[in-house]
């Protein structure tokens, strides 16, 4: 099979090159040999990838494809789309990392040999680490005695998420792929079953089809709730059953729980055209791991896709797995790409289990975490509120970032579902669904945490549920984090604490948290130290002790009766006292006395009056020229190899986490905000006297990296410059580099956003003294320009403290 079929754009054809893509529009035109398109559209046409490598170096202008590229554009152009591509590619890296020796077998061999042999040898890597069967089968299984359900197949199916057809698996839960089994135990209905039992339904109905024995006496039941369907009507009686409760006097039986396996075996066929990617991947996890080959190609994918996918960022799951606590059976029901339970600290025999209505999401957050430990992985396809994978599992944690504002998440069809032991949800509460799902999937004791819209706390609409949540004390926290934590970044998410009430008398009070002062400027993002830190000192010890001496404008612990009033509002904004009221006029004076030493530290530095000059003619050269000439080095976050961490040692191990510095950083001066995208992206790390540009908003800015930004690593839309310090001046090249007219003649004008050719920008060409004397003044203009913004930001607290504290009656007008 050859690598022909693989396609690239002229966006990665100017990746591979190191151009930018007018360079390939150039080549197009100039070049008559340049491969044809062979996809795409007329305006964004697509070229085979083995065409362009071929004349690439043909023309001198490629050496060898970066193994990263190739592999990455083997799997951008793949004919049945990236996200199958980097499944295939999980799977291998899988049998990879367990199994290498049977790789190197697999792969010794032709295309079409791989792709005959491979299945058979991923099969049982899938069967052991997902559970069940790996194949994709309609039919029976085998020796089992496992089918599937509908034709996804059960025991029989497909596997990351399949579960064998035993009474007591190895993971300790049934699930709902038992089925066609002597005994199928905690499933939602009786399916080809010699006795159905565990199971709240209506046991007095028809007997289910199939079934050997009709079972017309009351079963015992074993799960108060695992029935995640609403039962049917006109039955003629009922008996003893959960379902029966605030419903008509006759129910049905509920109908079988239609979820899909999250990850199955390819088949031959299906791998085939995968095989030169196959290959490729293989190469790359010889050179970085199994692990991090993952990752990188999943980073850059859903790098490639921002709006497809909305991400949790990690240090947001890093806090709601501490507030979880450690658990050894852990449950995501709305997964994405993983980020929750990949933040939960390994345990012994250690559980996951995962459902996602998104079956590229399901899967790729599967293998992620199978690469990720050993730890067993059960995930599975489907609408979690209406087709549970998991009704008889009862966790130690469920951590969970819900879909918000969902109006069709089956209202309808759900009314009489027994996990609505808090109330049943109006259509426009969806997240207060989500609740009490986790809820309801938690062992006595458990924690649950959901990332929360702020509107939940508050609607009228919520208002009976909330109030039943504090009655029995399921909801031990609110906590308001800072604008732009997680997406979307214009509004304060909230992250609701829920506990699993048990036979104890319910918790007299709640705590609430509002984490609001920690917010950064603009999209900087927030000090997310200072957030994990504040929360973690307020959670443990309200946790420890019941209650919360009250922190003012941050935390406190309420009476449960306080909230319990006509709105039942659980918004910490509405219940904290502000910072300065309570600190009042002292604290207010600390900030003026602060401003006070900004503004004279300003005077100092204020330039001094200039100098008239006649206007320089230098002879010019480009930031291109002098990068060609071995001047400076010019790298950014997109087109680097991996740069490991200093000190970090060259194993499989995750790398440690580095601050990083975002264009928002670069243009407001401050220190490094950023986190390392989903998904261990390359990373270029900075150094002291590095020159910084941003390249998108039309901004003429540069920023010299000093000590103590030193070793961050590089967000994106940054370009790095490391001058040759034989050769270049730091503080001359991003004087000059911040030039308006200069900026000007190298952007390039969009509809919507300008865009900056770092390549273009222009220099003088003098003498390395000349360089230092420009030098020295820009950086006394960086100075005052940071005593400037010092003081505007002091200056902008002192006034909204003092409006407070006159408003709140703290401080006294004279």
């Known amino acids: 099979m050859q690598d022909n079929a693989t396609e690239v754009t002229a966006a990665g054809i100017a990746r591979l090159a190191g151009v930018g893509r007018a360079a390939v529009s150039n080549w197009r035109r100039r070049h008559a040999d340049f491969p044809k398109p062979v996809g795409g559209t007329e305006t964004s046409p697509s070229f085979a990838l083995a065409e362009v490598e071929r004349w690439l170096r043909h023309q001198g202008k490629l050496a060898e494809v970066p193994l990263r590229e190739r592999v990455w554009q083997q799997l951008a152009g793949h004919p049945e789309g990236p996200a199958t591509a980097l499944i295939h590619a999980g799977c291998v890296l899988l049998l990879i990392q367990d199994r290498p020796t049977v790789w190197l077998d697999v792969a010794a061999g032709s295309d079409e040999r791989l792709a005959a042999m491979l299945p058979g040898e991923l099969e049982p890597v899938i069967v052991a680490r997902f559970g069940g069967a ?81 079972v017309n006496s009351p079963a015992p039941v074993h799960n108060p709730a695992p029935v995640h369907a609403p039962a049917a009507v006109n039955t003629p009686g009922t008996a003893n059953t959960q379902a029966a409760v605030n419903t008509p006097a006759t129910v049905n039986p509920p109908p079988a729980v239609n979820t899909t396996p999250a990850v199955h075996t390819p088949t031959g066929p299906e791998l085939l055209p995968s095989a030169p990617l196959l290959r490729g991947a293989a190469e790359l996890a010889a050179e970085m791991g199994a692990r991090q080959t993952f990752e990188f190609l999943l980073g850059r994918h859903l790098d490639a896709n921002p709006r497809q996918y909305t991400l949790t960022p990690a240090e947001l799951a890093d806090l709601m797995a501490r507030l979880a606590g450690p658990a050894r059976i ?28 998104a079956p590229e999401l399901a899967a790729f957050t599967a293998l992620r975490l199978a690469l990720h430990s050993g730890a067993a992985v059960r995930a599975a396809v489907g609408d979690t509120l209406r ?57 006595e004791g458990g924690t649950a945490v959901l990332l929360m819209p702020p509107a939940t706390a508050s609607r009228r609409s919520g208002r009976r549920i909330r109030a039943d949540l504090l009655r029995r004390g399921a909801l031990r926290a609110v906590i308001a984090l800072p604008v732009g934590a997680a997406p979307p ?16 008398p319910a918790a007299p009070e709640v705590l609430l948290v509002d984490t609001g002062q920690y917010a950064g400027e603009g999209r900087g993002g927030p000090d997310w130290r200072a957030v994990r830190d504040a929360v973690a000192e307020a959670w443990s ?72 000059a006649h206007t ?51 243009l407001s001066g401050a220190a490094p905000t950023g986190a390392l995208p989903e998904g261990d992206e390359e990373t270029v790390l900075t150094e002291p006297g590095d020159v910084v540009v941003p390249v998108l908003g039309g901004g003429a800015m540069a920023r010299v990296i000093d000590d103590a930004t030193g070793g961050a690593a590089l967000g994106r839309n940054l370009v790095l410059l490391r001058p ?83 408003t709140d009656g703290t401080v006294a007008p004279d």
């Open 724 to 806: 040759d310090p034989t050769a270049l001046d730091a503080w001359f090249l991003a004087g000059f580099l911040r030039g308006t007219a200069n900026n000007r003649q190298a952007s390039s004008y969009a509809s919507t956003a300008t865009r900056l050719d770092v390549r273009r920008l222009q220099l003088p060409r003098l003498a390395l003294n000349e360089q230092r004397r420009y030098g020295a003044r820009f950086r006394a203009l960086d100075e005052f320009e940071r005593a400037l913004r010092r003081a505007n930001r002091t200056g902008e607290q002192l006034v909204r403290g003092m409006y407070d504290g006159l």
């Open 541 to 612: 010890a309200f946790d420890r002790a019941g209650t919360l001496r009250e922190r003012p404008g941050l935390a406190r612990s309420m009476p449960v009766i306080d909230l319990l009033d006509d709105d039942v509002d659980l918004a910490p904004a509405r219940h904290l006292p502000p910072p300065a009221a309570a600190e009042g006029a002292e604290a207010l004076a600390a900030v003026r006395e602060r401003l006070g030493e900004t503004l004279r530290l300003t005077g100092d530095l204020t330039p001094p009056p200039v100098t008239p």
């Open 330 to 357: 852990v449950l995501d029901p709305a997964c994405g790409t993983g980020a929750l339970p990949r933040a939960v600290d390994p345990r012994p025999d250690q559980e996951f289990h995962l459902q996602d209505s």
């Open 616 to 666: 320089a003619r230098w002879p010019l050269t480009t930031i291109g020229e002098l990068a060609r000439g071995g001047a400076l080095v010019m790298r950014s976050s997109t087109n680097t190899a991996h740069a490991r961490v200093p000190g970090a040692p060259a194993t499989d191990s995750p790398p440690a986490r580095v601050p990083v510095l975002t264009d928002h950083d670069v």
């Open 387 to 443: 087709a549970d994978a998991h009704p008889g599992l009862r966790a130690d944690a469920v951590l969970c970032h819900p879909p918000f504002n969902e109006r069709n998440w089956g209202h309808d069809e759900l009314a009489y579902d027994p996990r609505w032991e808090y109330g049943f949800p109006a259509r426009t509460e969806s997240e207060l669904a989500w609740v009490q799902h986790a809820l309801a999937r938690l062992k």
């Open 134 to 214: 790996g194949r994709r089968r309609g039919g029976a299984s085998g020796a089992s005695g496992a089918s599937g359900t509908g034709g996804t197949g059960g025991a029989g199916g497909v596997g990351g998420a399949v579960r064998a057809a035993s009474v007591n698996p190895p993971w300790g839960v049934n699930g709902p792929w038992a089925v066609n089994s002597s005994a199928a135990g905690d499933r939602p209905a009786a399916s080809n079953t010699s006795a159905a039992s565990n199971t709240p339904a209506a046991v007095n109905g028809p007997p289910p089809v199939n079934t050997p024995t009709a």
């Open 489 to 504: 970044h214009s509004i304060q998410l909230h992250l609701w604490v829920l506990r699993r009430p048990g036979t104890a």
